[in-house]
């Protein structure tokens, strides 16, 4: 297994990084091979490798065997002879044989420590989360990971979760979304949807933000962040931008998510995405110049868009030509600009409803409240909110001054009726897709 595993790691190691650390251990498979062993030459080495290539090793590993597999690292004095009499494969007490983890990645196998490219500007969030995810002790209670929208966030958060999954049963783990959380705890039974919650080990939450202004849910994920913190069960969010700028959050709330560990993320600089697309281009065997992978990380900013212009490539790739040419490449990249994004604001997305429905911008941003126009302002207003991400407050003072409750009661209005009407849940995907479209 052993010589197998290195051919498949020289696609993405040097030789001379393979003989410094990979060499030197000692590689077997269990005879069920539902277990690999991994043995180290001295107890120094166990530990450099813990701290340096452990997460890459796992990952890839996990590539090779193509299934789910355990892992179990022996230091020195538990290799072979070290097994008890009965030859059943455990070792005497006091030997440095760690416990076993399990290389399944649940949620995704792409999201790793090992596959978050990062530089220094990170490097506090990525370290911590690593402690967050090995550590039983609930140290930092929350942890809470601020970052805008293509930052990594998302990545980070199902990385913890991979990570924890390796040494905890993942029926201990609720992972979820802020709209996710919203759903469960929207339901008709909160009691029953508070102590299913409450009986798992870890609550994961990415974009929590979508709770804020809802002071209902935020009560219920109060009371069941209190259960968490008494008992000693980690807590890890996320959200955009930083917890002090969400001004409709219960103060009660967001003290105890400041008194976690709350770190932020930095935009990806241009180091980092070119390491991202180089490490894209040699595993998917992209054949892309040194040109044209200088050209993707000046032109998209964030890891969302790196990732969503690399699979345009791939498609393209795979459907139409094995060989991208200079054209074909700045053909896609054309019809593909990273522009969408800096051009939806308040103002576009209002002259789109208003052209939808056929009414003037005055009025929306009025007091009239005949029907139609009172429909197109809650409109507007639910998709500067889910597109924008702006708070009440301020999508109050866009709107002509209106007040944050007002703002809600908009936004409650408009996602209550695209649950019940198919039509109204259409329209919005349309007007979501008319105000990304360039002008």
Known sequence: MKKALREHLSATCSEQELRR??????????????????????????????????????????????????????????????????????????????????????????????????????????????QVARSDGAQFNPFVICGKSGSGKSHLLKAIANEMAKTHPVENMLVTTGEGLRGLLSGADPLAAREHVNRHRFLLVDDIHWLAGDERLQQELLVIFNQFQDGRKQMVFTCQDRIGAWEELLPPLRSRLEGGLVVGLKQPDMEVRVALIQERVRAKK???????????????????????????????????????????????????????????????????????????????????????????????????????????????????GKDHSTVIYSVKKIHELQED???????????KLRCRQPA
Not at 421 to 431: A, H, T, W
């Open 21 to 130: 650390w990979y060499d030197p251990l000692d590689i077997e498979l269990s005879e069920g091979g539902q277990e690999v062993r991994v043995a180290f030459p001295h107890s120094y080495f166990a530990q450099w490798f813990a701290g340096r290539m452990q997460d890459r090793f796992e990952a890839e590993l996990f590539r090779f065997q193509g299934r789910p597999c355990d892992i179990r690292y022996i230091a020195p004095g538990a290799k072979r002879g070290g097994e008890a009499p009965g030859g059943n494969g455990s070792t005497t007490a006091g030997e440095g044989r760690k416990p076993q983890r399990k290389l399944a990645f649940p949620f995704d196998a792409q999201y790793s420590f090992e596959s978050f490219l990062t530089n220094s500007k990170n490097y506090f969030p990525l370290e911590t989360a690593r």
């Open 286 to 400: 992209l054949p892309l110049t040194k040109e044209q992978v200088l050209t993707l990380a000046q032109r998209f900013q964030n890891f969302r868009a790196l990732g969503g212009i690399l699979i345009k490539l791939l498609a393209f790739r795979e459907l139409v030509r094995r060989d991208i040419s200079a054209r074909d490449f700045e053909q896609i990249l054309s019809n593909t600009e990273e522009r969408d994004q800096p051009q939806i604001t308040v103002d576009v997305v209002i002259d789109a409803v208003c052209q939808h429905y056929q009414v003037s911008r005055k009025d929306v941003l009025g007091e009239d409240r005949r029907q139609n126009i009172a429909l197109a302002r809650q409109v507007a207003m639910y998709l500067c909110r889910h597109m924008l991400g702006l708070s009440y407050p301020a999508l109050g003072r866009s709107f002509g």
């Open 421 to 431: 009407e198919k039509e109204m849940k259409q329209l919005l995907k349309d007007l």
